[in-house]
């Protein structure tokens, strides 16, 4: 009589054969009479044609949903490229800082969809009282460590930071990101908050918020300069 380990290694056999040969079972008439998959579950296919049918849909619906996944993917892609270039234009065409500074919060509000931000500087600003001015100690709070230099996802405030930054809002933040504005006339940056826990956070890819930094750097730069 034989063993357990030497049943499984029976049907190991038995499995591997049949993958070597798919064909096997289609003379095999007297077989395919005998053979049945009863109860199975999800479903309760009762024969090996229909088991294998229900499992010829699943995987067609695994597909589709990946499909589905990517094409959606690209249609977010090309939304967000889109929105990229919109603002681009639109610095492109502001006139001074102040209008430089309200049509990037308008486009982060309503083309990137952020809920919250805040305009962070080393030192004022001037005539840009939206940038809010941090002690060396919030800033190293907030970069935990990083150069200003790339995007940063995954950061943690301390509540008394999210509330000088946030106000009220900044309870119910539970994800927040940086936008760097390192440039020759501004060091600061662009602190992004949401309610989401996944929207920024730490494996969020930080690629089109560095697009968005050299952007808003570069106009910030440019209406900055001294005449």
């Known amino acids: 009589m034989a063993t357990e380990p030497e049943l499984e290694t029976q049907a190991d056999q038995v499995l591997a054969y049949l993958r070597r040969h798919p064909q096997f079972l289609w003379d095999q008439e007297d077989l395919l009479l005998t053979l049945t998959l009863p109860h ?63 049509t990037v919060i308008t486009r982060l509000r309503e083309g990137f969809q952020v809920e919250e931000m805040a305009l962070i500087a080393r030192a004022p600003v001037a005539g840009l009282p939206q940038f809010l001015p941090l002690e060396q100690a919030d800033f190293q709070e907030i970069l ?25 809002a900044g309870a119910g933040l539970a994800s927040f990101a940086l936008i760097p504005l390192a440039g020759q006339h501004l ?38 300069a001294p005449c």
């Open 40 to 102: 199975v579950g999800r479903g309760s296919a009762s024969s090996l044609l229909e088991r294998q049918a229900q499992v010829l849909r699943e995987e067609n619906l695994r597909l589709q949903q990946r499909i589905s996944a990517l094409l959606g993917a690209a249609q977010q892609n090309a939304a967000l490229g889109l929105h990229l270039s919109d603002l681009a234009t639109e610095l492109l065409q502001t006139p001074d800082c102040t209008t430089t500074v309200n």
């Open 144 to 168: 935990n460590g990083l150069p200003l230099l790339r995007a940063a996802t995954g950061l943690t405030l301390s509540p008394a930071l999210r509330s000088t930054l946030f106000g009220a």
């Open 187 to 224: 060091r600061g940056g662009i602190l992004l908050g949401s309610q989401h826990p996944d929207r920024y956070a730490e494996d969020a890819g930080a690629d089109l918020l560095d697009q968005i930094a050299r952007l808003v750097t570069a106009a910030l730069d440019r209406c900055l």
